[in-house]
C-alpha cells in the first residue's frame, strides 16, 4: 500500500520569509495529493491540491510542485504571515483507493 | 447550513467501557471516514465506507467497530479491545470517491480514558 513521508516535522520562519514542506510517496499509481491545514484546535481544511496531470499548481501565496518521476511533492508558502502557523498535512492516493496522509509538520511563523 | 457534525467534543470514560462516536453530515456525501490522530503521526485511517450498508477497515481498525445504516450518519465504537483508545478521532466526509474533491473534516471528539 501507500507511504507517505513529510519533512521536516517542525518548521520556523520570520514572517515574510518562504517556508517549503516536502512529501514523497511509494505507490506509482498514486495521482492524486492534497494538502491540509490544521490550526491549533480546529479541523484540518484543504488548502491545495495537485492531480498527476500537471506539475505545478499556485493559489495566490502557496503552490505545490510534484515530480512524479521522483515520486516526491511540495508545499511552498511565500511571505508568510502569522496566521499561516499551522500544522499541514499532505496526502496522496491513487484512484479508488483511500487518502494516506504524512505525519505532519507544524510551522511556525514568529512576527 | 451544510456540514459534518461529530459528537461530543470531550469524553471521559473508564477502562473497559465502550464508548460511541457520534458523525452526521447533510452534504450528501456518500463516502465516510474515521480518522484517529496522535501527536506525531498524522491521521491514520480506523474505518471507511463508500456507500450505505457497507464499510471497510482501514490500517488501524482492531478495537474499533462502526455502521452505516443511513447515508447520513456514520457512528464508530471504541470497543474495550482497544489498548490505548485515547486520542483525537476525526470523522470526514466526501463525494463517492475522495481523489475527486475535498475531504471534510468534523470538528473532533477528544476521547481520554481514565
Known sequence: GENVEQHPSTLSVQEGDSAVIKCTYSDSASNYFPWYKQELGKRPQLIIDIRSNVGEKKDQRIAVT???TAKHFSLHITETQPEDSAVYFCAASARFQKLVFGTGTRLLVSP | DGG??????????KEGQNVTLSCEQNLNHDA??????DPGQGLRLIYYSQIVNDFQKGDI???YSVSREKKESFPLTVTSAQKN????YLCAS???EVNVGELF???G?????L
Do not use: C, D, H
Open chain 2, 32 to 37: 465516510m471516514y474515521w480518522y484517529r490522530q
Open chain 2, 61 to 63: 481498525a482492531e478495537g
Open chain 2, 4 to 13: 459534518i457534525t461529530q459528537s461530543p467534543k470531550y469524553l471521559f470514560r
Open chain 1, 66 to 68: 510534484l515530480n512524479k
Open chain 2, 85 to 88: 483508545p485515547t486520542a483525537f
Open chain 2, 109 to 113: 471528539s477528544r476521547l481520554t480514558v
Open chain 2, 105 to 107: 473534516f468534523g470538528e
Open chain 2, 94 to 96: 466526501a463525494g463517492r
